[in-house]
């Protein structure tokens, strides 16, 4: 069976899109997601996206992260999903159902509603999520929240000095953390502006995080140390995060196509 596939990227944040609205695929396993992912004897990516026809919805994301795991949300997929559909756009997810909206800025996300009762992260018992008092290493404090998946937010001085590719999972998988967890570590630089770096759970060091960069500007306007829009710099760029009065996250940025192809979905089942 041959498979088309769209190779994508947000920020160097990168995806392969398989497009499933109209020819089904066969069932997805661990070990098809983890060969496609793979970047030496596969197609290569971050996270893997599944689109599916939905009732309510313009289409169902589903998002595999490059490990196999299937999670809630994924905000750089969600602008490139949207750049594809080419028009304003309801996307259903495991975390929720998102909008999207082309612009000339790129692609402009509704994100939804954060959440910060310790049950939703979720956490392993009940704390106060605004400063969670639990440390690993230079990390201390952290702001946990749920963007349609959970983040821990840790603010530093420096982010380059954190050791993150060695101490993000220890956080990820410690036992806190009942779903594991996504680790940001960031430096607020001034009220508009914040420099961000995300161990992503099942990913590892990315280049970009988009509901990373979505949950460190929640965590910093909920401790008042910026405004109610600022721009998160990520290794691959810029984001501008915006929590509006209705309590909705608006997140906008670019997504670009890198290829098309195609491949043979028995060499990698």
């Known amino acids: 069976m041959r498979v088309p596939f769209i190779k994508m990227h947000g920020l160097g944040n990168d995806f392969i899109v398989l497009d499933a609205r109209e ?6 396993s661990t070990a098809t997601v983890r060969a496609l992912a793979d970047r030496r004897e596969g197609i290569g990516c971050d996270q893997l996206i599944v689109l599916e026809p939905d009732e309510t919805a313009t289409c169902r994301m589903r998002i595999f992260n490059q490990d196999g795991g299937e999670v809630e949300a994924c ?4 602008r490139a999903v949207g750049m594809l559909l080419g028009e304003p756009a309801t996307i259903s997810t495991a975390g929720g159902v998102i909008e999207t909206h082309p612009s000339d800025s790129g692609v402009a996300v509704d994100m939804g509603e954060p959440r910060f009762e310790w049950d939703a992260i979720p956490l392993a018992y009940a704390m106060d999520t605004m ?14 929240v749920n963007v349609g998946n959970p983040h821990a937010v840790f603010f530093v001085g420096n982010v380059d000095a954190i050791a993150l590719d060695i ?3 220890e956080v990820e998988i410690d036992e806190i953390f009942p779903a594991r967890v996504n680790v940001n570590v960031a430096s607020v ?4 502006t914040i420099r961000l770096r995300v161990w992503e759970r099942g990913a590892g060091l990315t280049r970009a995080c988009g509901t990373g ?3 460190t ?6 401790r008042g140390l910026v405004d109610r829009e600022v721009t998160v710099h990520l290794p691959g760029g810029p984001l501008l995060i915006g929590w509006g009065e209705d309590n909705r996250i608006t997140m906008t940025g670019p997504a ?6 195609e491949f043979d979905w028995g060499d990698y089942a």
């Open 213 to 215: 960069a979505c949950a």
């Open 75 to 78: 905000g750089n997929a969600s």
């Open 189 to 192: 630089e001034d009220r508009e």
């Open 167 to 169: 101490i993000g999972p």
């Open 131 to 144: 400063s969670l008092p639990l440390g690993w290493g230079a990390l201390e404090q952290p702001v946990a």
């Open 256 to 261: 670009t196509e890198a290829f098309r192809g």
């Open 23 to 28: 020819t089904p695929l066969p069932a997805l």
């Open 217 to 222: 500007a929640i965590a910093a306007m909920r």
